[in-house]
């Protein structure tokens, strides 16, 4: 018997056992189970201490992902740069090793929307998805990354991360979004209603790449209005997938049969 699971609060919303179960079924890991755990992030070192040698990995999400990397035993690279872990696995010796998958998830995605390396980067927002962006547009090579805030001090709270992870970082001011929206990535991060004044005011140029991190309701109106422009947009869905993927490789060591999750993914969504 093998297990695993998400962490967080809530939880409930989570898709995270939709996609890894749909996985071990399509991949014929039969005894492997995913489920949903609600944590809080001062619960999560006591959790993870109880857990059986069944237990071979844990996503995490909000609010435990800097407990999750404290927890760790040893810690990929760019967790540590991020200062954050969504993925903790389990190693044969019964250690925790701490990765950040959104980040490479991230990669991917914008990869497969066509983002070619060098190019300038705008992030929406400054949050803990806001970090993950700045490992990924570091990874993509980009020339530089703008961070729109609503708050300057968050701004200045991401340097050492753009730091660690080598990209150039400029902070700009909320009034002057839509000014930074011609740059070839855009990353919103920000909560659900933020950026909906944005739509009207972006004038997208058809090369440029968005990603939402929202999903829910989709498309959120900055999605909208940029694919009325013709830009591409992938979308925290997406996100969701190909970070999910990463896990699971890690989890189960073998390779992540992304088209079935993929399909139990769209097949919940629709109900
Ligand atoms: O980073 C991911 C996490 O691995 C799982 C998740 C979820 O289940 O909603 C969301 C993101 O934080």
Redo the contacts with the bound molecule.
């Keep these: 018997v093998h297990r695993a699971a998400?962490l967080?609060k809530p939880?409930a919303?989570?898709?995270?056992p939709v996609i890894h179960n749909a996985g071990y079924a399509a991949a014929g890991l039969t005894g492997w189970s995913y489920t949903?755990v609600e944590c809080a992030a001062a619960e999560l070192p006591a959790l993870v201490a109880g857990l059986g040698p069944e237990w071979a990995g844990l996503?995490?999400?909000?609010p435990g992902?800097e407990a999750a990397l404290a927890v760790a035993d040893a810690v990929s690279p760019v967790a540590a740069a991020v200062g954050a872990a969504?993925?903790l696995v389990r190693r044969p010796d019964g250690s925790w090793y701490a990765d950040n998958?959104?980040v490479s998830?991230m990669v991917e995605v914008l990869t497969s929307a066509g983002v070619a390396p060098g190019g300038t980067v705008t992030v929406l927002g400054a949050g803990g998805t806001a970090r993950a962006a700045l490992a990924a547009a570091a990874r993509l090579g980009a020339a530089s990354v703008t961070v729109v805030a609503r708050r300057p001090a968050a701004v200045d709270e991401l340097r050492p991360v753009a730091g660690a992870v080598g990209v150039a970082l400029t902070g700009a001011g909320w009034a002057d979004a839509a000014a930074h929206a011609g740059a070839d990535v855009v990353v919103s991060t920000v909560p659900k209603g933020v950026a909906d004044p944005l739509a009207g005011e972006i004038r997208w140029r058809p090369s440029t790449v968005l990603f939402d991190a929202l999903y829910d309701p989709w498309p959120t109106p900055l999605a909208a209005s940029a694919l009325a422009a013709g830009a591409r947009v992938v979308s925290g869905l997406d996100?969701?997938l190909a970070?999910?993927v990463g896990?699971f490789e890690q989890f189960t060591g073998v390779p992540a049969p992304r088209a079935a999750m993929a399909r139990a993914l769209a097949a919940h969504r629709t109900g």
């Design positions: 998400v967080g939880i919303h989570s898709l995270s949903r996503s995490v999400t909000m992902k969504n993925t998958t959104d998830g996100l969701l970070q999910a896990q």
